[in-house]
């Protein structure tokens, strides 16, 4: 399994096996990281895993999972960098699916008295291990909208921009809330971000995340179909608007 068929087979696992995972699994984590590159690279980040089968790390928070580890991010706090944390933290997902584990995000859960590391601000934990049950989705169901319900679309798009739109469409978000929507062209897609209905509403938090995790799809499934893409913010759109949303960026082919 390589990385595109985890963002098809990917599900985000709530049991466990409080059993330990192989060195060489954790220690890929961090070859993985080095060679990644993350959407924003002047951004500065911070992995740690903590090791919950010693005893020694209590994690805390609303929606805690029993699970042998987590794999938490800190961040130093800039523009876009919870996008930035997002995004490195979907790919280590996908890149945990391929070799047999399981992975969940849990907003709100954090390390016991510990709210920064080296003057960087904690962003999300990720529950991690092998599973109690599948590891993958059964078949193609998965509760998503469809893209119809995420789409205006505005020409008829090329199969390319269909591939993308649909790794887009898989991505987990926070409660399944699916921020993301897109105005779509033949050869480009508009990105923007439901505004909340509840300025309120706890998921408002993680909006920047989720849209992260998204672009990660993006982006492996652009390596598959070998597209190279460019993910810029254009100054002639930010002024259309799609009715409750706020524009984020584009997905353009990438031209010499």
Known sequence: MNLYEAVYGRKSI???????????????IFIFLEQMEPLFPGIKTRLEIADCLSGKNKMRGLFKAEAPYYLLIYSEKREKSQLNAGYIMELISLYLTTKGVGSCFLGFTKKKHEEEKDGLEFVMAMA????????LRQGYGVKRLSLEELCVYKERPKTWV??????AR?????MNHQPWRFV???????????????????LNRFTEFDMGIMLANVMVAAEEIWMDLDLIRLDNITHKSLPNNQYLLSILEKTE
Do not use: C, D, W
Not at 128 to 135: M, T, V
């Open 14 to 28: 709530r049991g466990y096996r409080m059993e330990p995972l192989n060195q060489t699994v954790l220690s890929g």
């Open 162 to 167: 269909k591939e993308i739109l649909e790794a």
């Open 170 to 174: 898989l991505a987990p978000s926070s």
């Open 184 to 202: 779509v062209y033949e050869n480009r897609i508009h990105v923007f971000s439901k505004l909340p209905t509840n300025r309120r509403m706890v």
């Open 128 to 135: 991690f291990g092998r599973p109690k049950g599948s590891l």
